[in-house]
């Protein structure tokens, strides 16, 4: 296969072989060049005898196309390099010296050079990319499987007068040619997993966990979390969270109920939780995770920590800073409610995207009004909770108490 000079090498190579011409006393000295037909016509002020050799299509390669699809493991990662098949489509225009009869000479040598070679040679091939100031040096087209076939391609007087028409040049005699094939695979690194000794199959009835309920909802950390359902766990088994994997103690797992203490580095706001059984290979000792039940969601709630005895202070056009629980990211949405009001979270600008922080600021608006007020976070639409007064004979009974913040102008 070749690197991505691959096409640059065909053209350069391709140009070296037209300026064999030259070995025609009559048609020497004769420049080859790759210019778009609009550029390639002689100063008209320093006349000269020239070939030009335009690249002026790319197509994908049938033959070729499918041979070497792209393979990826479970993770998305390539484990080999696909190859990338081309044909290259070419226009050759004559420009004579003196007049249309030196243009057809010089055309009909160039082609009989064409023909009579019928492909680009692997030596012509090092040889272009290896002399001196070579502008394709460092391709490796000469080492690919396939040779570089070079063929002529009918253009009939509709594909003329198109490709003429974009150039919006006049016509000059041309003829076209097709390059093929062309293969191109770009150096990357790739991972491949230890090549397999023993092939041995384990077969079992599907038996996928089934998740109905968990409780709490929402949950606060630090919490337990109870997974309610059918054929929950069976020994080996875990549970899978967004912020990693669980395995439950022994005690507290049945096949109907789990129940899981929360790490503090879940986030707040909207989670799911699902099951994982993994199941052990026939003949080995080893185990994949091979069963897993529905991902369930479940919410996380934040909460405001360290609040004095008498509620927090907020001053009227201030900064309020509050430790919450668990920790946010710079992505999450933070909203403080002070009574009915919400106010947004202010971001630092200097802070990391993936920096986690156990605090939020927030702009204290000076339209605010000031006094005690009921106050809560909400991360990711999901709020902390309020205290609900339960003492029957306090005349708030039933009413949300706390946390409060008092408001001062």
Known sequence: MSNTLAIAAVTQT??????????????????????????????????????????????????????????????????????????????????????????????????????????????AIEASVNAPGSPVAGSDLADQVELVKLAPQMLTEEDLYRLWTVFQTSYRLSVGYQASVVLIQRTVETQREWPVRVAQITA?????????????????????????????MSPGGFVRLPS????PAAGSVSPTQIEISLPSTLGAGQNTVQVIEPVTLEGSTETRPLFGSNAFPFLVAPSIQNIPAGGLVATLGQNLTIDVSPAVLPSDTVVLFIGSTGIARTLDPTASADTPSTSATFAIPTTLA???????????????????????SSPT???????????KS
């Open 244 to 247: 990693g994997d669980i395995t």
């Open 397 to 407: 009974f039933g009413s949300y108490i706390g946390p409060t913040v008092n408001v």
């Open 14 to 123: 391709f140009s070296d072989l037209l300026r064999n011409v030259q070995d025609n006393p009559a048609l020497g000295p004769t420049t080859v060049t790759n210019a778009p037909p609009d550029q390639a016509a002689p100063d008209p002020q320093q006349p000269e005898r020239r070939l030009n050799l335009y690249l002026y299509q790319v197509s994908p390669n049938c033959g070729w196309t499918n041979a070497d699809l792209p393979i990826r493991d479970a993770n998305g990662n390539l484990t080999s390099q696909p190859v990338l098949a081309l044909d290259l489509h070419y226009l050759l225009t004559a420009y004579g010296l003196g007049g249309e009869i030196d243009t057809h000479h010089l055309m009909a040598h160039a082609m009989s050079i064409v023909h009579d070679t019928g492909y680009l040679d692997r030596s």
């Open 370 to 392: 000031t006094g005690s007020a009921l106050v809560f976070v909400q991360v990711g639409g999901v709020s902390s909770p309020l205290e609900l007064d339960s003492d029957s």
């Open 204 to 232: 079992l009835p599907m038996q996928s966990p089934q998740i109905a309920s968990v409780s709490p909802q929402p949950v606060t950390i630090p919490g337990t979390l109870t997974i309610n359902g059918e054929g929950l």
